[in-house]
């Protein structure tokens, strides 16, 4: 049991059923992260836990109470909105203690909450004026302020930064990992930015058709994505999955892959019972930061495979230079460090560290468990 | 050369703003010639009137027209004046504005925040009820008053016109909060705010230019509405309409035309009023709902 439960969850429009089975327990003090596409079904899940939208099927447990039909105000919990949903007609004050008011609390202790709740997040000077007097940033903290100042059991936040500018974007992200660190407190958050998600998650659940495609700690989710789906989506760039054989080298399982001109190079895994492959096609699952110039390559590492291949586009982005090349027929991304000396249309000679490659079955797109 | 054309462009400017503006002017002017008849000749003694120039602006200024118009003209078989038809259509427009609006406000509200299965066609049927001639429904509606006790009272003629216009401030208030973000709905209900404690913290406080819009229309039309008054009120709840009405056709006596403009100048007073007061909001409210969707 935790300490919110969702439990075989459905739900369905009609004959269309959008959410499939979810299944997802939060510890208390946990920060789960729904993460997907636009129409993965995440913002219903949230909307069926904060008891917006109905259960289909199955149960939600808020501390072992069952949820289904209760009314949102009921549930203890709070939620911030993509659009912060800040009450235009009412002063940052008025809208922080409107939920309280609602629920009868005298009003010393509505303003005694909002003062402590105005220091936390440093809005005192913002309380008499109205929400269209404030910047992305100030409403931002009015709608988080209005979901503390309840003392609720589970927060919600449904998107709550892609309304702001790319730099606010991260000032507020630390800022809620923050005031989690400081407050504790359990929060199922909704993005579709795989980059909050690692960032601000104790754990996470990848989404996508309705499924919940992995739920586990950020590491789990990078390291061992569940498959390729996955495995693509977060991380930035996407993992490159290219089509490889699995043959035996010296005893040893290899992936074989063909480089830009046809010729092929081998590659040795490091998980060996795939061995088992060998012979048979295989997706290979290999992050951009693993494929480096020789000197960077990662020392700690037991299995540093080395390949020449040409490049294509060379992207400088400052702290990195992205290489572009052609490797099982697709353009696959090397994240290198900025002052290798790369050409494009020059051959180069690049590391890959193999430790960190994954496997995928390439019918069921599964990744091959070591 | 340039020179030369730029001059020539400042002077075509010049001379087609002159025309622009002295047909504007020729407009307006021809647009105030009612009013201005009306105006000048409620300050005449009659006499000047019958004698021809009814352009002319009067000689002897009084204001005996408007008193005898307000207070002892005769309307119908009584000398009572303009005034206790006044009050009675006061007595109308009031609580049939305010009923109507209320009730538009609400079924906006319902319609676009509470969806419920079959809402658009019953939106749908309810715009029908912009379309419905008056006529049409005059016998039906006298029955229906009849069967309810309230034929020929003030509170029937209310009921009549909130019923026609639910359609129209359904609809202004429908448009206007479909693009009011539902998302401040949902975080009131979270915050444990009821179905009228939204409607009323929340939602009504925005509706400010759409209310206004709604007023106007429905106050404009009551106010001015004849047919059913003449139709379904009694002899002490007749509307203004239907006394001006009564005053100009009386058959008994001179007629006289300066009272007969002083009175349909006081009929129309409160309609210009409404529109003095509220109507730089009425073009921003009618906008609201349209340009942000």
Do not use: F, V
């Given at each position: 049991m935790g300490f919110l439960d969702i439990d075989n969850t459905t739900k369905s429009y009609g004959a269309v059923e959008v959410l499939h089975k979810v299944d997802i327990s939060v510890e208390k003090g946990e920060f789960l992260v729904l993460v997907g596409p636009s129409g993965c079904g995440k913002s219903t899940l949230l909307n069926m836990i904060a008891g917006l939208e109905e259960i289909s099927s199955g149960e939600i447990r808020i501390k072992d109470q069952v949820m289904n039909g209760v009314h949102p105000s009921k549930r203890n919990i709070a939620m911030v909105f993509q659009s912060y949903a800040l009450y235009p007609n009412m002063t940052v004050g008025q809208n922080i203690t409107f939920g309280l008011e609602m629920h009868g609390i005298p009003k010393p202790e509505r303003d005694k909450a909002m003062k402590e709740v105005a220091e936390l997040l440093q809005i005192e000077q913002l309380l008499d004026r109205k929400p269209g007097a404030l910047s992305g940033g100030q409403r931002q903290r009015v709608a988080m302020g209005r979901a503390l100042v309840r003392d609720p059991d589970v927060f919600l936040f449904d998107?709550?930064?892609?309304?702001?500018d790319a730099k606010l974007r991260v000032d507020m992200r630390t800022e809620i990992k923050k005031l989690h660190q400081k407050l504790g407190t359990t929060i199922v958050y909704v993005t579709h930015d795989q980059i909050e998600a690692m960032t601000l998650s104790t754990r996470i659940a990848v989404m996508y058709g309705g499924y919940v495609q992995q739920l586990g700690t950020p590491q789990e989710i990078y390291d061992s994505p569940a498959n390729i789906f996955v495995a693509t989506f977060m991380g930035s760039p996407a993992m490159n999955v290219v089509p490889a054989k699995v043959a035996m080298d010296a005893g040893k399982p290899v992936a074989v892959v063909a480089l830009h001109d046809g010729t092929t190079t081998s590659l040795p895994f490091s998980q060996y019972n795939m061995a088992a492959w060998n012979g048979r096609d295989i997706m290979l699952g290999i992050r951009p930061e693993t494929i480096t110039d020789e000197d960077a390559a990662d020392r700690n590492s037991a299995n540093i495979a080395h390949m020449t291949n040409r490049i294509v586009v060379t992207e400088p982005a400052g702290s990195d230079t992205f290489v572009t090349m052609t490797l099982g027929g697709k353009d696959v991304i090397a994240r290198m460090r900025s002052d290798a000396d790369v050409r494009p249309g020059a051959d180069f000679p690049f590391a890959v560290n193999m430790e960190k490659a994954v496997a995928f079955d390439p019918e069921t797109e599964m990744r091959i468990v070591p | 050369m340039s020179v030369a054309t730029q001059d020539t462009a400042i002077r075509t400017g010049r001379v087609s703003r002159t025309l622009i503006y002295l047909v504007l002017l020729l407009f307006a002017l021809f647009y105030m010639l009612p009013l201005y008849v009306m105006v000048v000749n409620s300050v005449k003694p009659l006499d000047e009137i019958t004698g021809g120039g009814m352009m002319n602006l009067p000689q002897a200024f009084t204001l005996d027209p408007w008193a005898k118009a307000w207070s002892s003209a005769q309307i119908g078989v009584d000398p009572t004046g303009l005034k206790p038809y006044f009050w009675n259509s006061i007595k109308m427009v009031v609580p049939a504005v305010a009923i109507s609006t209320v009730l538009g406000a609400l079924n906006g509200y319902v319609l676009t925040k509470w969806r419920f299965r079959g809402d658009t066609i019953l939106f749908g049927l309810m715009l029908f009820a912009c379309f419905i001639p008056f006529q049409i429904v005059l016998i039906p509606m006298a029955r229906m008053l009849g069967l309810m006790g309230l034929a020929g009272t003030t509170w029937g003629l209310v009921l009549v016109h909130v019923v026609y216009g639910i359609g129209f401030t359904t609809l202004y208030f429908r448009n206007y909060y479909a693009v009011f973000p539902t998302e401040l709905v949902r975080a009131a209900q979270i915050d444990g705010a009821g179905f009228f404690q939204i409607f009323w913290r929340i939602l009504l406080p925005s509706s400010g230019p759409i209310a206004v819009v709604s007023i106007i229309w429905q106050f404009t039309n009551i106010w001015n509405d004849f047919l059913f008054g003449a139709s379904f009120a009694g002899a002490d709840s007749q509307p203004m309409t239907v006394a001006l009405n009564n005053l100009v056709q009386s058959s008994t006596g001179v007629k006289e035309y300066n009272v007969h403009f002083a009175g349909a100048i006081l009929a129309a007073l409160p309609t210009l009023l409404v529109y003095i007061v509220a109507g730089r909001y009425f073009v921003r409210g009618l906008m609201a709902g349209s340009v942000k969707g």
């Open positions: 998107e709550p930064l892609s309304n702001l | -």
